[in-house]
T-cell receptor, first 113, second 111 residues
């Protein structure tokens, strides 16, 4: 247990569906992250939130929409996804200090049909 | 952009043997971190080594850092089947709190 939880753990959705991924951290951290991990590729940083403000959006398509209602919760809203969006989506948190360790959730395995 | 690169991409060893993997990076750093990922799971932080440290130990793990060569190594001694996982090095991005992860080394420990 790293103190970061993600739900659901597995998700299968059609291209016209709308779904949301949820992340919660119980560590009192100030920064939260969404990563995408596809097979045989390095981790791709998607979004960074610091103190509930989005500080980075790495050219992620608009079909992915993040939301950070408070410093403990992070959502990733999904709509009209493509099959190539199938991947493991990882949430992480950190204190928000430069070079700090990140704590990861177990991930959501997403399959888009 | 990706800063760290691990080598080799994959490693297969017998239980009880040592496993060594390397990480090279491009720019100056204030620390380097190693993470482990079991198949289909999240990453787990293993060890952080600061730029003024040359070697660090944690249980069966030994990490070295050579800032002149911009490289680090992770040694797992007396490997066990449970060490089967992917191992990633990560470096801070400039003075930011973001990390740049390498593509990882996949280690398989055979019983």
């Amino acid at each position: 247990e790293t103190g970061v939880t993600q739900t659901p753990r597995h998700l299968v959705m059609g291209m016209t569906n709308k779904k949301s991924l949820k992340c919660e951290q119980h560590l009192g951290h100030n920064a939260m992250y969404w990563y995408k991990q596809s097979a045989k590729k390095p981790l791709e940083l998607m979004f960074v939130y610091s103190l509930e403000e989005r500080v980075e959006n790495n050219s992620v398509p608009s079909r992915f929409s993040p939301e950070c209602p408070n410093s403990s919760h992070l959502f990733l809203h999904l709509h009209t996804l493509q099959p190539e969006d199938s991947a493991l989506y990882l949430c992480a948190s950190s204190q928000g200090v430069a070079g700090d360790t990140q704590y990861f959730g177990p991930g959501t395995r997403l399959t888009v049909l | 952009s990706q800063q760290g690169e691990e080598d080799p991409q994959a490693l297969s060893i017998q239980e009880g043997e040592n496993a060594t993997m390397n990480c090279s990076y491009k720019t100056s750093i204030n620390n380097l971190q190693w993470y482990r990922q079991n198949s289909g799971r999240g990453l787990v932080h293993l060890i952080l080594i600061r730029s003024n440290e040359r070697e660090k130990h944690s249980g069966r793990l030994r990490v070295t850092l050579d800032t002149s060569k911009k490289s680090s190594s992770l040694l797992i001694t007396a490997s066990r089947a449970a060490d089967t996982a992917s191992y990633f090095c990560a470096t801070p991005v400039s003075n930011d709190y973001k990390l740049s992860f390498g593509a990882g080394t996949t280690v398989t420990v055979r019983a």
